[in-house]
């Protein structure tokens, strides 16, 4: 037998999932955890016991959550319903506007920003542009192409085959159309058409090859002879509407429809609704569509540094400095795809894009290698797949360096991602209930959460310790804590002055008094847990060894109320707290920083038991710096 020290200085690799455990080899072993549940990694290495959430309001149903940022001093968050969207500015609504999309449509719909308007797609449903005219007043409209003359300067595309004639009864005025092959659905009234370049407005159809329109004032047909050119809008409600969208190089860029999901179109430069193609002068829109080998739906378009498009089978950049209609090329990158079944869209981290793969389980790094002059697409998740499960909504905190990916299975999965300094490091956080949606807004982290079929918007807040929390100064005679109704029926952890003194279920809102205190927390409890990796001990001893135990560990930690830790005989609370009596519980003096030295007896399996476990069941704070081991091993 031999004795060994081993120091764990960092968990910059985050959660390992089990099909790596086999891979001590890599330096991510080195530094990863084997569970982290309601943890955050820090860029610096060390892990702490993840904030609370603050209570915000309660939905009446599934919610999208949307970040909109006007400047730094007005930032919003949108929540759009089934047929509504609430807007809330620092916690409190300030709006609610009426919107086309259904509870089953709103996981599909795709979004962009430019100053104070949201254009929002979905395929099945007209464009909208929604505005902030002022603080509370928000408006919900139809996208408006550029209009001249009666012409609209919208998108075209000829759906009918190639050889479909349409045949004009006159060439002014009221005309009536003869197409030479089934080209009309009743859909097709009130919508446009375009006739030798020459557009026109349907006023009825009478059948598949039948219509009548009346032309723009002003336009006149050459001739009333049988013609292949002709075209209808490629959005309307008969082909279906955009995809995505995006802004890039001035341009309006709008990716897919649900009848064309391969094609692009790039409006007139600097000219947002305007999609005249002209005749191809340098400033005039772009379109063409993704032809290759393989299907290729547009997903989402991104302006990052080229134009990118994600599609369904693989991953493209549209290059030209600037883009033209002379210069445009379009080159396939990786063969990746992204999901079909809902949009998630890609978020940009450190010049970065960071984007869901279309199985679900992986997280991709969308980047430019300046030495290939090509684009890579490297799997972030693939140490940890298994906490990536089927996203279905990201957000990114630049403050705090966390990527939030919210699962179908509702947890929410954290990645901390400092390109930089090389860290990339999961965590799973878990509530009462299901993770649904995220959005940071400024500086804030928002989530959509559902428990027990109740919706609800809350907030991470680093000053809090439970879940769906709210905090109050309640009066120092006060008989009973109220402003609870959230929480009715469920054990609510209570947190007075900072120091918890047990459970309690609110009834009407309140709950008991517990004595005088100047600030009242109460929220849903969660329970922090740490678990390292099997130390590996090869290099120190040259074979495995067949068992190890522990002899001490030793914990660097930063201002920390609580630990339990089970080194193989249970659970034990680790004691370095002060108290000190006032009114009628007890109010720890300081939190502790410093080292503590835990012993431990027992044989462990080597190289498959971890040699101990942290549970943070209290509303406590607690940060792990670095670990130190004294173990014997079984030669």
């Keep these: 037998m031999s004795v060994v020290r081993i120091a764990k200085t960092s968990f ?3 959660e390992i999932g089990p099909a790596m455990l086999g891979r001590v080899d890599l330096r991510a072993f080195e530094n990863g955890a084997r569970t982290l549940r309601n943890v955050i990694v820090q860029p610096s290495g060390g892990v702490r016991r993840r904030p609370g959430l603050a209570h915000v309001a309660t939905l009446p149903g599934p919610a999208r959550l949307i970040a909109f940022e006007f400047n730094t001093e007005q930032a919003y968050l949108l929540a759009l319903m089934a047929g509504e969207m609430r807007v809330y500015r620092d916690g409190a609504l300030v709006a609610t506007v009426a919107t086309p999309w259904t ?10 920003q430019s100053a104070d308007t949201l254009l929002v797609v979905h395929p099945d449903v007209p464009p909208r542009r929604i505005t902030r005219t002022s603080h509370a007043a928000w408006t919900v ?14 998108p075209f595309h000829k759906f009918a085959g190639a050889d479909v004639t349409l045949q004009p009864g006159t060439t002014s005025g009221t005309v009536t159309l003869t197409a030479s092959a089934d080209a009309f659905v009743a859909g097709h009234a009130g919508g446009r058409l375009r006739v030798h370049q020459k557009e026109m407005t349907v006023v009825s159809v009478a059948g598949p090859r039948n219509a009548t329109a009346m032309l723009a004032e002003g336009l006149t047909l050459p001739d009333t002879t049988a013609t292949r050119d002709w075209e209808e809008p490629a959005f309307s409600a008969v082909r279906g509407w955009p995809v995505s969208v995006t802004f890039h190089q001035d341009r309006l860029v709008v990716g897919g429809s649900r009848d064309l999901p391969n ?8 000219d947002l609704f305007n999609f005249d193609l002209g005749t191809g002068l340098d400033d005039e829109a772009i379109e063409f569509a993704l032809l290759s080998d393989q299907v290729n739906a547009i997903r989402h378009v991104f302006s990052g540094r080229h134009l990118q498009v994600f599609t369904s089978g693989a991953e493209w950049m549209v290059t030209g400095e600037p883009l033209t209609p002379e210069n445009v090329q379009l080159d396939r990158q990786t063969r990746i795809g992204s999901p079909t079944d809902r949009s998630v869209r890609p978020r940009d981290v450190d010049g970065a894009t960071l984007f869901v793969g279309r199985g679900g389980h992986d997280l991709r790094e969308f980047l430019f290698a300046d030495g290939e002059q090509a684009y890579q697409a490297t799997d972030l998740a693939l140490l940890a797949p298994h906490l990536v499960r089927d996203p279905v909504a990201v957000d990114y905190d630049p403050d705090d360096r966390l990527l939030h990916v919210v699962n ?4 929410l999965a954290t990645l901390t991602v400092y390109r930089a300094e090389q860290v990339t490091a999961w965590a799973l956080q878990t509530t009462q209930g299901s993770f649904r949606a995220v959005a940071t ?3 804030q982290t928002h989530v959509a959460v559902e428990r027990a079929g109740v919706w609800s918007i809350e907030r991470f807040d680093p000053s809090l310790s439970t879940d769906a929390a709210v905090r109050a100064a309640p009066p120092p005679d006060a008989a009973q804590w109220t402003g609870l109704g959230h929480l009715d029926g469920k054990a609510v952890e209570l947190v007075g002055d900072g120091v918890p003194f047990g459970t309690a279920v609110p009834a009407g809102g309140a709950v008991a008094a517990r004595g005088a205190v100047a600030t ?5 409890g969660f329970v922090a847990t740490i678990e390292p990796l099997p130390p590996t ?23 920390t109320r609580q630990m339990r830790i089970d080194t193989g005989g249970g659970p034990v609370d680790v004691p370095f707290r002060a108290f000190a009596a006032t009114s009628s519980f007890d109010a720890p003096v300081a939190a502790f920083t410093g080292e503590k030295r835990v012993r431990a007896l027992g044989w462990k399996r080597a190289g498959v038991d971890a040699l101990w476990r942290i549970d943070l069941p209290a509303p406590l704070p607690f940060t792990l710096l670095s670990v130190t081991h004294e173990l014997k091993v079984n030669d």
Aim: hydrophobic residues 50%; negative net charge; proline residues 3%.
């Design 141 to 154: 409209e139809p996208w408006a192409f550029f209009e001249e003359k009666g012409v609209r300067m919208q």
């Design 441 to 443: 807004v400024a500086d």
């Design 520 to 524: 009242l927390e109460a929220g849903l």
């Design 408 to 411: 179908a299975d509702g947890t």
């Design 537 to 559: 001990l090869a290099a120190a001893g040259g074979a495995s060894p067949r068992s190890v135990r522990l002899i001490e560990a030793a914990f660097r930690l930063l201002d």
């Design 12 to 14: 910059a690799s985050g």
């Design 263 to 270: 094609r692009l179109w790039l409006s007139k430069s600097g």
């Design 103 to 112: 509870a089953d449509q709103i996981g599909q719909v795709a979004w962009t």
